[in-house]
């Protein structure tokens, strides 16, 4: 049996043998020094038996290995390694980041997460080019751009989130029967121009049939902040949303869903995490603490109940109830498509497709897609993936 006793920061623990016979090893630690980070202990075995019995020895290694695994602990959680990361915007399409956080895989992994929210992917890579954020969560766009401009220290992708769109197309009015040419000669609320949802959504509309000249005119030039203020003044007949939004405006019945956008493309990586080059090659044990929480979370999103999910993000969302939040997942997981990647490791042929929806968007030039291997560094996510599987 073992018994603690700790006053004080003093601590006595004590191992007696079978029956609970009155013969106890002691260890005896007493604070010995302390710099505000570490603490160092004077430490005491004191057992009534002979240094050279079998039992002795066993207990003292016993004892070693305890208090070598106790001190490097407390080591490692007194001194978690500080990040920022920069979310392109805040939604519960990025659930399994939001666990990662709130159900404490990344501070086992000991780090310390400053989450920032830049509102848009422009934002986000410029806040990761300048240094004010050590790496970001924005579809794969930011970085082929960043890729293909004049920035000498280009970016990779190291950790994949989505797998695909998130958002929904919706109507000002609700339909009984949809059909994409219900789009044609009316005003769509779209994103900004040259992003994942705004290529995403012409991409779908563009395999649908949709009339060119209405695809042309979709509205791109409404920030972030004010489209729902937008729509629920009246401008658009047809938008895409994401939650929470999406949720909000169906509230105030201003919002009528159609279609999951992401069921429409189909497996085309979405949004992933990336840093600069140097970044990741002086911080390269902390890239992987960050994948390892990822895929940690992804884990347990897998099998967690929508109540679970829901409590899990709810500090990140105030504004909604708990109940709100429960719709959310659900939606999520009925969307007819995987919308989280169930494993860090960004798909090649999922990056393939986002870059052909790309090209098809008029945003990227046929001989300026990056190979894979010039964009994409899998070394953390793999290791993420393996290590998580084997537990």
């Known amino acids: 049996m073992i018994s603690y006793l700790v006053i004080g920061g003093h601590f006595d623990v004590t191992i007696r043998g079978r029956d609970d016979e009155p013969q106890p090893c002691r260890v005896i630690g007493q604070p010995a020094a302390s710099d505000g980070r570490y603490e160092a202990y004077n430490i005491r075995l004191s057992c009534r038996m002979r240094e050279n019995d079998v039992s002795y020895r066993f207990i003292k290694l016993f004892v070693s290995t305890i208090f070598a695994l106790l001190f490097s602990w407390q080591a490692h959680a007194a001194n ?37 929210t830049a509102n848009g992917g422009d934002r986000a890579g410029a806040l990761v080019l300048s240094g004010q954020a050590d790496f970001a969560l924005a579809g794969p766009e930011v970085a082929i751009y960043i890729y293909n401009g004049e920035s000498t220290d280009k970016p990779l ?186 494993s860090p490791v960004i798909d090649k042929e999922g990056l393939s497709k986002a870059q052909e929806i790309m090209v098809l968007g008029g945003v990227l030039p046929a001989e300026k897609t990056v190979p894979y291997d010039e964009i994409v560094t899998t070394t953390y996510a793999n290791n993420a993936a393996t290590k998580s599987v084997s537990k």
């Open 157 to 342: 992708i190291f950790c994949a989130l989505t797998a695909t769109d998130g958002f929904y197309l919706v109507s000002r009015t609700k339909l009984d029967k949809f059909d994409w040419s219900m789009l044609n000669n009316k005003k769509i609320i779209g994103w900004r121009p040259g992003s994942t949802p705004e290529l995403y959504l012409q991409y779908v509309m563009k395999q649908r049939g949709v009339d060119p000249a209405t695809i042309s005119n979709v509205v791109t030039n409404i920030g972030v902040p004010a489209r729902d203020g937008a729509w629920i003044s009246g401008a658009g007949d047809f938008g895409i949303f994401m939650e929470p939004n999406l949720s909000k405006l169906e509230k105030v019945g201003g919002a009528h869903v159609i279609t999951s956008i992401g069921k429409e493309v189909g497996r085309a990586d979405y949004t992933a995490f990336f840093a600069k080059r140097s970044w990741l090659e002086k911080n390269a044990a902390t890239a992987q603490k960050w994948t390892n929480a990822v895929a940690k979370a992804q884990v347990w999103v897998a099998t967690a109940s929508e109540k679970d999910i829901a409590e899990a993000i709810a500090p990140f969302f105030p504004g909604l109830s708990l109940e709100e939040n429960i719709a959310v997942v659900s939606r999520y997981r009925g969307a007819g498509v995987p919308l989280w990647a169930t």
């Open 80 to 116: 978690p390694i500080k990040v920022k990361l920069a979310e392109v915007i805040r939604s519960q399409l990025y659930i399994p980041m939001y666990v990662a956080l709130s159900k404490g895989f990344a501070s086992a992994e000991g780090l310390d997460v400053d989450l920032v």
